[in-house]
Structures are given as C-alpha cells and as structure tokens.
C-alpha cells in the first residue's frame, strides 16, 4: 500500500504546479466571461443568462476541483512530514 502511495503522491505533485496554473485559468476566464455576459443582458437585449450561469459554475467548480487536489495530497502524503503547499 505504501508503494501505491508513493507512485501516486510524487506525479500529483510535481504535476501541482501545471493543474493550479491550468485551473486557475480556466476558472478565471470562465469567472469573467459570466460577469461580462451578465452586464450584456443587463445592458442589451439578448438574455444570456444561461450561458452566464453556466461558466458561473463552471468557474465556481473548477475552484472546488483545485482544493479538492490539495486535499488529496494532504491526505496522501507519505513522507509523515507536515506538508507546506505554497500557491
């Protein structure tokens, strides 16, 4: 068991890095997007609240998915060491 651990818990973090920068991206622009399509239905005539709301939950998920990682690798950790993750 341990073994599996370690072949696990080495990949996800040296990977942490790319998912934190990937998903931050994502939930950024996805963030954004909903705000700008929330002012345009406020401001025009089309009503894209939908699509809003969707990327709002995307974005929001996208966050959750990030924490849930860390918490994994907290969980995971072999080392039996405390593990600091700095951002």
């Known amino acids: 068991m341990r073994i599996l651990t370690l072949v696990v818990f080495y990949p996800m973090l040296w990977l942490r ?8 991206l994502v939930s950024g622009l996805a963030g954004l997007a909903a705000v700008l399509m ?4 406020i401001f025009t005539r ?3 609240w939908l699509p809003a709301g969707i990327l709002a939950l995307l974005s929001f ?27």
């Open 17 to 24: 890095g790319l998912v934190l920068v990937l998903g931050r």
């Open 38 to 41: 929330v002012l345009a239905s």
């Open 46 to 48: 089309h009503r894209l």
């Open 61 to 87: 998920f996208t966050f959750l998915l990030l924490q849930i990682y860390d918490s994994i690798l907290f969980r995971i950790n072999p080392t039996g060491r405390t593990l600091i993750l700095y951002e």
